[in-house]
């Protein structure tokens, strides 16, 4: 009945596609709480004429320079931007980076998302 119920949630095809999900999620679980090397994307919603957000970020940026693979900014509209930043490295860094960030004054949205490296 629960595995039928994810299956209707979440649109699966059939019962094999929740349960490859169901297992994928708990891999990434054991890699957060053992602090493996995982990959994650880090987006944010911010308006750049925010004084010093920009600087403040790029600042913690670049004492985590280790763990960025890259960057991608967009210009939403002429205040809001918004930007990912792809990650690699131990779940606690990755974790620290993004709370560090979405902290900022100035940050109206920020969201890691992690899955296994």
Known sequence: KKLDNIVTKHKFPNRSQAIRFLISNTFVEDALKKDDIVAGCLVLIFD?????LVNKS????HQFSNLI??????????????????????????KQLADLIISLKGIQHGKLTITKA
């Open 48 to 52: 750049h004429h925010k004084r010093d």
């Open 58 to 61: 790029l600042d913690i940026q």
């Open 69 to 94: 693979l890259s960057t991608q900014h967009v210009h939403l509209d002429h205040h809001n931007c918004l930007e990912m930043i792809a990650l690699k490295g131990k779940a606690s860094k990755l």
